[in-house]
């Protein structure tokens, strides 16, 4: 025992202190790479909180009169910080009543009743306007335009029955008659708009967690909240009204379906923790529990959490992080290993001489690796605490603030951070197992001599059977990436062996590449040779002579460059890559930074007219508003798309009428508006807008599939007075048309599997036409015209008034505000945090494994340069031979490790677009390239810091004398 505590103490400080310096960084790697995706989903969870406006719904049926009763309840719960109404009444009248709007006759098979005692549960353009209510049509084409053509200018609404008179009768009996009508319920009207069912529909779904029955034919009345009202509307649709002398209604009811939401906003900062997932979900069931135990059993209510569904699902995805923060962990691991197999070089290097003196004086190899077997194991677990301690602690101090550290440590899983520790002591072993091995095998004379040369640090960079099975994989998983190609949507059993493959597919990629070139020995030589001259010394034909000699050298140093390169820029492409994308989407959505809808239902004209005469109408209509944001000096620009409904089927619009949009000038369009040339699907968006100036139009990709069309065909726009169907030609498909209203919903991951399809059919089935304002058929047919858009370019959005515009605006959308949320949509964050921590973790430890590199080649050459000082070399004759034999392998390295990273990051970016639950327009564009200047930046700072280690080693050749460093050798 006391020959082993002497051996350790000798041999055993500079093993132990590199192994435990090894296992820390591998540890606080996988620590650190935890620790922030716990964070990335917990911001995460957050973001998609802060989509979720209500954390309860509970949906009554019956008692309609109780419903404030039942909400003021609510309001008085514990945990409860807010409770609103949403009012949704849905009948076909009874017999013995009518409708009128202004006098005239509205002629419907539906009514809707909608009023909330909050506005944001109602979309904008469906809520009352000062104090009064907002009549909306829906349905058919044909019906709202005849509605319209009656009611467009209407100020009032009423409900209506007949007056009963008493009458004697021959037989001396009093019998009643009918009489004239009279109002049952009168309100007055603000505007009239026409009512999109999806788009009530979308935002009802946002905003309360579910989507409600809206009739296809029908008039909406869009209230102030009155419960008087309502519990009188109640009656009156139940038929239950009964005035003797005045009104009676004896008949049945009609179809009658009431529906009250109340939505309720919970205590979130008490109840909910990102980081406690599980406790907030016991937490909000608890909660919920207190709720149902208050709704009384006649009223028919249904209870939903959107909330409780989100910290269930993440709390499942919470469950897997360990497992994919290994995955996660492997490229950097890579380069540790890279980084050990040099530290067990260095210490036979170091530690030989001690060795061998060891060994001769009768000291056995088993007693040897014993003592580094100690060492190793105690410097491993010494390090991999501290690694612990660093990788989890301080993540969580940058990312919250001190008195919470301790409670989030606690809530860590501990048998995960044990497998951690684990993992990073069992690298360190594996790697100290080859330093054993060489220990037991090195005879006394090896050890006394001059240890030979690096050659053994590289023994496994031979390009073989499974370096090339790593390549293939790795290589055409990222291609996979790239074009978009997936298994699991021909194979869906093979799901999760694609998501393995994806997590597998970098470190994959950038060690199958690494090796690949670095046993491509003939083109290191070439490029060496090719850069020799750049050192500009005397020595340089001889370092290259001496790296051509010693390939295996120079091929640690390409495999260590390139996988710093690759792991350290991947990260960085696929953040910018994948966020650019999102801004791109945004902007094409909008047009431009301001889009603007404009309610025109209402407008003061015949809706019986042409659809030339419309626009032109329409035109004059919003001139005043255009000459106002003219007057605005950021603003450069503005077009008009106004939306037209025509009389062409399309499955899910029915007759209800499919979109005509309408630009105002396709070249102006095109120069004004962002658009992408691939939304053009079977040519050039450009070309395809420029081909409507002669009178065609183009169509969107369901129109095409419903009717066979293609480029040149002919599809029905309309009909004339005559009833003759007009007909365009085609010029083409388009995707979409930017700054057109479109079927779009932010996406969260609360919803349900059944709501996600339901968006994901609209966004794949939404059917419309393009066309110019100056197209010859506009003057042929008629169309309803429901709402105008006008596309702002502005320099200074802040600047952008809406409120002096002579006419306001129904829907107003920025884009510095659709850009905040998409920044924050699912996804970003979670892989914009992960990738910060990925990229210094990676940039960190391909540092320490180049710098190992450098310094094992460099204390093998101090011999040779001690032996060339002796021959006369001067300082800088030798600076020029390290940099040809350190430096120069480097560039090849970095351009191998760019064209990875590039690829890898592209894929990445790419491949997460498409994970999404709802598709987008983002999935209809392409994923760029985005090297940003962070990525320049990476490289430059790799190549700089790894410039001065090439001068210091040069400087530390000259701190002793050439004899004397002979001598040490």
Request: net charge neutral; charged share 20%; proline share 4%.
């Amino acid at each position: 025992m006391r020959v082993t505590l002497f051996a350790a103490r000798v041999l055993g400080k500079r093993t132990f202190l590199l192994f435990g310096f090894f296992t820390f960084l591998c540890v606080a790697v996988i620590g650190a790479t935890y620790v922030t995706s716990r964070y990335a989903l917990k911001v995460y969870v957050e973001d998609q909180l802060s989509r979720i406006s209500w954390d309860v719904a509970l949906y009554q049926s019956r008692a309609i009169p109780k419903a404030p009763e039942f909400l003021e309840t609510l309001r008085q719960l514990p945990q409860v910080t807010q409770a609103e109404s949403l009012v949704f009444l849905r009948t076909r009248l009874p017999e013995g009543l009518k409708v009128e709007a202004g006098g005239a006759a509205v002629v419907v098979p539906w009514y809707v009743v909608l009023s909330s005692t909050s506005p944001e549960l109602l979309p904008p353009a469906y809520r009352a306007v000062d104090g009064k209510t907002t009549l909306s049509l829906f349905g058919s084409r044909d019906l709202v335009q005849a509605n319209l053509t009656r009611i467009r200018l209407a100020d009032d609404f009423a409900f209506l029955g007949r007056t009963v008179q008493e009458h004697e009768h021959q037989d001396g009996q009093q019998h009643p008659h009918a009489g004239d009508w009279r109002a049952l319920f009168r309100v007055p009207i603000n505007q009239v708009v026409e009512l999109d069912r999806e788009e009530l529909n979308r935002w009802l779904l946002e905003k309360t967690g579910s989507i409600s029955f809206v009739p296809y034919l029908g008039a909406g009345l869009h209230m102030p909240y009155d419960p008087a009202l309502f519990a009188q509307l109640d009656r009156l649709f139940q038929a239950h009204s009964h005035e003797h002398g005045e009104i009676d209604i004896h008949e049945e009811s009609g179809d009658y379906l009431p529906e009250i939401d109340h939505m309720v906003l919970l205590d979130r900062d008490k109840l909910i923790s990102g980081w406690d997932l599980e406790g907030s979900y016991q937490r909000v069931e608890q909660v919920l529990e207190v709720i149902r135990e208050v709704i009384p059993p006649t009223y028919n209510i249904q209870l939903r959490s959107d909330t409780l569904l989100l910290i269930e699902r993440m709390s499942e995805i919470s469950k897997l992080i360990g497992i994919v923060t290994l995955f996660l962990a492997l490229p950097v691991i890579a380069i540790a290993w890279v980084f050990a197999a040099n530290l067990v070089h260095f210490v036979i290097l170091t530690e030989r001489r001690t060795i061998g003196l060891m060994r001769l004086r009768g000291l056995r190899g088993s007693l040897l690796s014993r003592v580094f077997l100690f060492t190793i194991l105690t410097g491993g677990v010494m390090g991999g605490l501290l690694g612990l301690v660093a990788g989890m602690i301080l993540p969580l101090v940058a990312y919250e603030d001190l008195g919470s550290v301790m409670r989030l440590v606690s809530l860590q899983e501990p048998l995960w951070i044990l497998l951690f520790l684990m993992v990073g002591l069992a690298v360190s072993l594996l790697i100290g197992m080859r330093l054993i091995r060489l220990v037991r095998r090195l005879t006394p004379r090896e050890a006394s001599s001059r240890f030979a040369s690096s050659g053994a640090a590289t023994v496994g960079l031979r390009f073989g059977f499974f370096t090339a099975l790593a390549l293939l994989v790795g290589g055409g998983t990222a291609l996979a990436w790239v074009t978009g190609f997936s298994l699991a949507e021909r194979f869906p059993e093979l799901r999760q062996f694609e998501r393995l493959l994806d997590l597998l597919a970098l470190p994959l990629l950038i060690y199958g590449s690494s090796v690949l070139l670095a046993s491509r020995r003939t083109i290191i030589a070439a490029c060496i040779r090719l850069l020799a001259p750049l050192s500009r010394g005397r020595l340089s034909s001889f370092a290259v002579e001496q790296a051509v000699r010693r390939p295996g050298r120079v091929a640690g140093v390409v495999l260590v460059g390139s996988l710093a390169a690759a792991i350290t820029l991947a990260p960085s492409i696929a953040s910018h890559s994948f966020t650019q994308k999102g801004v791109r989407g945004v902007k094409v959505q909008l047009g431009a930074n301001a889009n603007l809808t404009f309610n025109t239902v209402s407008l003061g004209e015949d809706p019986e007219e042409s659809l030339g005469v419309r626009i032109a109408a329409l035109r004059r209509w919003i001139q005043p508003s255009l000459d106002v944001l003219g007057e605005q000096s950021s603003i450069s620009s503005t077009e008009l798309v106004v939306r037209s409904l025509i009389r062409l089927y399309v499955p899910g619009y029915g007759y209800g009428g499919t979109p005509l949009f309408l630009i105002q000038d396709p070249e102006a369009y095109l120069e004004h508006v962002y658009h992408e040339e691939e939304l053009g699907l079977d040519g050039a968006f450009r070309e395809i807008i420029l081909q409507l100036k002669e009178g065609k139009v183009a169509v969107s990709p369901s129109v095409a599939e419903f009717w066979s069309l293609s480029a040149g065909d002919q599809v029905l726009v309309g009909f004339d007075d005559q009833g003759r169907p007009v007909k365009a030609q085609v010029a083409g498909t388009l995707a979409m048309l930017p700054g057109a209203p479109q079927r779009s919903v932010e996406d969260r991951d609360s919803f349900a599997t059944a709501h996600a399809d339901y968006l994901s059919h609209l966004f794949r089935s939404e059917a419309f036409l393009v066309a110019s304002m100056e197209s010859p058929f506009l003057d042929s047919i008629s169309a309803l015209v429901p709402q105008l858009t006008t596309i702002v370019a502005t320099s200074e959005e802040s600047g952008l008034n809406t409120a002096e515009l002579p006419i306001h605006p129904r829907d107003e959308r920025f884009f510095s505000q659709e850009v905040t949320k998409v920044r924050k949509d699912m996804f970003i964050h979670l892989v914009g945090e992960n990738f910060k921590i990925y990229l210094v973790a990676g940039l960190l430890i391909a540092l320490f494994a180049v710098t190992a590199t450098f310094v094992v080649n460099f204390t093998e050459d101090r011999r040779m340069l001690a032996l060339l000082r002796v021959r006369g070399a001067s300082p800088g004759d030798l600076m020029g031979a390290l940099v040809v034999q350190l430096y120069s392998p480097l560039f090849l390295s970095l351009i191998l490790g760019c064209v990875i990273g590039g690829l890898a990051g592209l894929g990445i970016a790419h491949r997460v677009w498409d994970l999404q639950r709802v598709p987008t327009i983002m999935n209809l564009l392409r994923t760029e390239l985005v090297f940003s200047w962070e990525s320049v930046w990476v490289i430059l700072f790799i190549m700089t810091v790894l410039a001065a280690l090439v001068f210091l080693l040069g400087l530390w050749t000259f701190q002793k004398t050439a004899r004397e460093a002979i001598r040490q050798e």
